[in-house]
């Protein structure tokens, strides 16, 4: 607490001297006292509210009135709090309204200083969790009695006929059994070692049906003949352990945690040959390349930034978007291709054990954990949006009109990109199927935007820094490591007495100074984009490499002892997409999680 209190404080003072504001020891003072009575919640729950607010306030222009409730005001009746007035008052005028030219470093310091700790990786209380796993609950109930629009349903279902060349091919290698599954990185529902997923012994009746194990879970016909077995047949729902999902919550910030479900191992295994199909599929296609995006997120980033500038284009957020993209929409999308349904349908995890809350049959397709969620809610998303606009313009959903349209229309995972005269029709579609758009996290009003991890005003990015780890611990090479790369991020967006602080807390713990390197030195080391700063007390001179080295940290990933074998091991052999394998990859494998450190020398350019 001491050490994120003190960095706290540094990152007030810096750019209080920047900005010519005389109220930072007012400031820490608050931050002192507010910690002192309610502890690290207001590091990481309360600050960040106050962001939150700030960044609506941004978002519409205006101050609204229910604004900062856990901060005093300066004067009664004014829309501002007395705390961070020095750099508020450069954004906002006496009346909460954004001024003509406002302060950029204000509104970004403003932003980094109440999101600093909003990330921090801990665990929530466990009333929070139970809430969050109640809400869990309730979503996917409300999910059951939605009702559609007739209009509504059949202009999104044609629409669907524009991603036959998509998922056609795809078809065509389920029928053809040219799937190529694989095990995913994640855990899955019975706790299993890496290589121990490759020895399945479980399948299930439906799987069966579209994915035979004996195409897809052995090696060869051999292997079938030997261990055909060994295999459980299971009904898809008989509510055993093998074959329900698993719902954990991981940790997302302290104000509530994220809800995942963890798949059964021969689910998940079918579900990753799916996703890699779409993913392909729809990243190459003519149209919808480029619109979609699952492993680029920089197309978005770049549009909310200019749009932030020219103000064409409005981002949108869904709330719990897994969890309330329904079983019902997913048919309606995908419906006419029943070969590829068929198969979705197969390897879907239909039950779910929520701790406190029993086993529920899921409304919603699926949930985040599953290798199918990200793809498929994409697809609806995208569908759901064009439909939108083209209903509004009054257009036939042709080939060539659906083209144009989807020119303007850009989805990754939850975050929707649509043009800004279009945005109101488009939400009001979206939560006609049962979706929600978060109106906090979605801006088209002023010169806001943020989507895929980027916020933006008038062309500037104001992404803040975070810290994802408590303070450093020479036992937990993980946070030094996290702590090393907070101290270079800062020091890259210019807080270079916030950088120094941080570097001093982490050369305590670990009792070394680090070198300064170039940014692509392997191992620990502080940024500089000085090259003359390049250096440390203890170099050498490698001469095979013709480069100076410095002595650091390297981690290194901890492995245990995971032996695979015989048919599986083969298995493994001809499914693995790993260009550069381990040579003892069916020996051991990586503790997930886990990373120890070790000292050696790296050259200090790249």
């Not at 969050?132 to 209009?151: I, N, P, R, T």
């Not at 989507?451 to 090479?477: E, M």
């Not at 390297?554 to 693995?576: E, I, N, Q, W």
Request: contains cysteine; neutral net charge; aromatic residues 8%.
């Amino acid at each position: 607490m001491k050490s994120m209190m003190v960095l706290l404080c540094a990152l007030i003072d810096e750019p209080s001297v920047r900005c010519s504001t005389a109220h930072r020891e007012r400031d820490k003072r608050t931050v002192a006292t507010r910690v002192k009575h309610e502890g690290m919640s207001f590091l990481t729950i309360t600050l960040p509210r106050f962001g939150a607010d700030f960044d609506t306030a941004l978002s519409l222009g205006q101050t609204p009135s229910s604004s900062y409730p856990a901060f005093k005001r300066r004067k009664r009746g004014e829309c501002l709090p007395g705390f961070l007035q020095g750099f508020t008052r450069q954004v906002f005028d006496d009346n909460g309204v954004v001024l003509d030219n406002p302060s950029i470093e204000a509104i970004h310091i403003v932003r980094q200083i109440t999101r600093l700790f909003k990330k921090i990786e801990l665990p929530c209380t466990p009333e929070r969790e139970s809430a969050a796993l109640a809400k869990f609950v309730q979503v996917d109930e409300d999910l059951a009695g939605l009702e559609f629009s007739d209009h509504m349903v059949s202009l999104v279902s044609r629409l669907s006929w524009h991603f036959s060349e998509v998922i056609t091919p795809i078809s065509q290698k389920i029928e053809n059994m040219e799937i190529l599954p694989n095990h995913g990185p994640g855990a899955v529902s019975i706790p299993q070692r890496s290589n121990a997923k490759w020895n399945m012994d479980t399948w299930d009746v439906r799987l069966e049906e579209t994915f035979p194990l004996t195409q897809y879970a052995h090696s060869s016909v051999n292997a079938w003949l030997e261990r055909g077995e060994e295999i459980n047949i299971h009904e898809p729902d008989d509510g055993s352990k093998a074959t329900l999902g698993r719902v954990v919550t991981v940790n997302k910030d302290q104000e509530k945690p994220r809800v995942i479900t963890i798949e059964p191992v021969h689910r998940q295994f079918v579900q990753q040959g799916i996703k890699d199909e779409l993913y392909g599929n729809i990243e190459r296609h003519p149209v919808l390349g480029g619109q979609i995006n699952f492993t680029d997120q920089t197309i978005n980033q770049n549009l909310a930034l200019e749009s932030s500038k020219t103000g064409r284009s409005a981002t949108l957020d869904l709330s719990e978007a897994s969890d309330r993209n329904s079983l019902r929409l997913m048919e309606i999308c995908l419906a006419k291709f029943p070969v590829f349904w068929e198969a979705v349908m197969a390897c879907r995890t239909s039950k779910v054990s929520v701790p406190g809350e029993g086993v529920i049959t899921l409304n919603k397709f699926a949930s985040m954990g599953s290798a199918l969620c990200f793809p498929m809610e994409a697809i609806a998303f995208f569908t759901i949006a064009c439909a939108a606009i083209i209903d509004t313009k009054g257009l036939s959903p042709t080939r060539t009109n659906f083209a144009e349209v989807a020119k303007t229309v850009f989805v990754y995972g939850d975050d929707i990109i649509v043009p800004v005269d279009q945005v109101e029709s488009v939400i009001r579609w979206l939560e006609a199927f049962g979706l929600k758009v978060n109106v906090n996290k979605s801006h088209w009003i002023s010169k806001f935007r943020e989507s895929c991890g980027w916020d933006c005003y008038d062309g500037h990015r104001v992404t803040p820094v975070y810290c994802r780890s408590v303070p450093p611990d020479a036992q937990a090479p993980s946070t030094i490591a996290s702590w090393v790369s907070l101290a270079n991020q800062l020091y890259l967006i210019g807080y270079w007495h916030a950088a120094r602080t941080v570097r001093r807390l982490v050369e305590q713990k670990v009792g070394y100074k680090l070198p300064t390197a170039h940014s692509a030195t392997s191992g620990l080391s502080w940024e500089t984009c000085v090259p003359a700063f390049y250096g440390h007390e203890r170099t050498r001179w490698n001469p095979d490499l013709h480069k100076t080295e410095a002595r650091t940290l390297h981690l290194r990933p901890v492995y245990r002892t995971d032996k695979l074998d015989g048919y599986p091991a083969l298995l493994k052999f001809f499914l693995s997409r790993s260009p550069e394998r381990e040579a003892d990859h069916l020996e051991r494998s990586v503790l997930r999680g886990k990373v120890t450190a070790t000292f050696r020398w790296a050259p200090l350019t790249p």
